[in-house]
């Protein structure tokens, strides 16, 4: 039954990167054709291996209706970026053999789970995702030309910090630990910058006492002041690191995204905030486990290990730290104003 359902996705799948998506919000920016993505599960659209929980049911139950390998009832981050663009999503990296799969508008090397360093997953870091973008260029299925008119979009960090204090990390330890992650994500960055990148796009840290695994110590009503505490420390690191880089630049290569602030307003009820949109309990998650141990898209023997609510567009998050389909919209809402200011 496995090994049919698989098929099934595969088949699923064939069609729809035949017909690549497109987010709700359209518009040509600026003259920028291609999209090329690395990062963690906030901007991968199905690079993960059929083990990951993102090709389980109830992922993808908004769009396209199946699991398709996105962490998320529907669309993420990276598809509204490309809706930004006014292109479509960038065919996922371990999809670009497929038969039709398109390459025009980029490629998506994202893998979730991953990090500037090793993780806790069995999958490519920051370092070796590049790896794979040089590859592609060596091969020259992009010109000169396609990469002056790109877009990388970067997300990371999140996961090395999980990874950190699952191996027994200590508090004391963090901000040295911040230090050298940022300092190896400021090498990365650079490395893209010299395959010929000109505008290099870097998310910063979202509040990560908010995200639901934090908050449900709190029963979903207060966000962890030291989560977010440790996100703002991140982000002052990684701001001072890339003003650094742009002075070495003769241009603003790299621009910072606002993911912090952006997330903050996505969730506050207030209508009259560009950007924000109403979500009934904007810290409990749609997709909910039924008991400590397990997480959303679980199976034992059988039984589905988690509940799902009745109406994600209500809930700002889909699981214990993915934003919904609809919280992914009102984030790039809140983005969306300020976007054509920075790049």
Request: aromatic share 12%; glycine share 8%.
């Amino acid at each position: 039954m496995e090994k049919q359902s698989h098929f099934l996705i595969i088949v699923c799948f064939c069609l729809f990167i035949c017909f690549p998506t497109t987010a709700t919000e359209t518009g040509p920016a600026r003259g920028l054709t291609k999209l090329f993505v690395f990062g963690d599960s906030y901007v991968d659209t199905g690079n993960r291996n059929f083990s990951a929980r993102s090709w389980n049911q109830p992922y993808g139950l908004t769009f396209p209706g199946r699991p398709d390998g996105r962490y998320s009832d529907g669309r993420v981050f990276s598809d509204y970026i490309a809706s930004w663009m006014g292109i479509r999503s960038p065919i996922p990296y371990r999809w670009r053999k497929m038969e039709n799969a398109s390459i025009e508008y980029g490629m998506n090397f994202a893998f979730g789970g991953t990090g500037v360093f090793k993780t806790l997953v069995s999958a490519p870091n920051m370092t070796a995702q590049i790896d794979l973008f040089q590859k592609q260029l060596q091969k020259t299925l992009y010109s000169k030309a396609d990469i002056n008119s790109s877009i990388a979009l970067v997300s990371m960090a999140g996961n090395d910090y999980t990874a950190y204090l699952a191996r027994n990390g200590t508090t004391e330890g963090l901000s040295a630990f911040t230090k050298a992650m940022i300092k190896q994500l400021g090498l990365n960055l650079q490395r893209i910058e010299s395959l010929g990148v000109r505008k290099i796009v870097v998310m910063n840290l979202q509040p990560l006492g908010c995200l639901p695994s934090e908050t449900i110590s709190y029963l979903y009503k207060n966000c962890s002041t030291s989560g977010n505490s440790l996100s703002l420390v991140h982000n002052q690191v990684l701001e001072k690191t890339v003003e650094k880089l742009n002075n070495k630049s003769k241009e603003s290569v790299f621009v910072i995204l606002d993911m912090y602030r952006a997330f903050l307003s996505a969730m506050k009820k207030e209508a009259h905030q560009p950007g924000t949109m109403k979500f009934k309990d904007q810290l409990m998650p749609c997709c909910e486990a039924v008991t400590t141990g397990y997480k959303c898209g679980n199976v034992e023997g059988g039984k589905k290990m988690y509940v799902v609510c009745n109406n994600s567009n209500s809930k700002f998050f889909w699981d214990d730290v993915h934003p919904s389909q609809a919280g992914w919209r009102a984030v790039y809402l809140a983005l969306k104003s300020s976007a054509y200011s920075y790049i």
